[in-house]
């Protein structure tokens, strides 16, 4: 993944035919989450914690849903990838870029947190857990360049 172009909040960016699909591969993973990465609190009302808990999970349930909608919307639509010999363009203003951040960040966190949280992930890898901790990569992978295309 290459950027090529950046002009008026416009970003095109190039992808090999391999980076495309492993683009792909991680934004139909989503959503890796069910629910909140940790409780509320740990002090309060049971009951009253409980209910608010209740009402997070189904919020994020609810917005899950409606960014899993986006995805396949986004892999989906007509001419979101401008095929020539070489590889793939894709054009996104900066609202798409932080979408998409957001989106692989959701895998990415959802992939470590399905591993246990571990502090490091070399010894899962050992382990035989490749699959996982190379998707989280590639996530990391796409958001360093999306952040980098931003200045940021």
């Known amino acids: 993944m290459k ?26 993973l989503y959503p890796v989450g069910s629910g909140p990465v940790a409780p509320l609190s740990k002090s309060g009302d049971e009951q009253k914690l409980a209910e608010h ?3 997070l ?3 994020l349930a609810e917005n899950r849903a409606d960014q899993k909608k986006l995805v396949d919307a986004f892999l989906g639509e007509e001419g979101r990838f401008d095929e ?5 363009r894709l054009r996104l203003n900066v609202d798409q870029i932080r979408w998409l951040l ?11 947190v399905q591993l246990g949280r571990p502090p490091e992930l070399a ?3 050992m382990a ?5 901790v190379a998707e989280m990569e590639i996530c990391a992978f796409f958001q360093m ?7 940021a």
């Open 3 to 28: 950027l090529i172009e950046a002009k008026d909040g416009q970003f095109v960016f190039f992808f090999a035919k391999r980076e495309r699909l492993l683009l792909t591969h991680v934004l139909r």
């Open 53 to 55: 808990e209740q009402t």
């Open 57 to 59: 999970i189904d919020a």
């Open 84 to 88: 020539d010999k070489r590889g793939y």
């Open 102 to 112: 957001q989106v692989l960040n959701e895998v990415r966190v959802g992939r470590w």
């Open 123 to 125: 010894a899962l890898v």
């Open 128 to 132: 035989g857990q490749v699959e996982p």
């Open 145 to 151: 360049q999306l952040l980098g295309a931003m200045g």
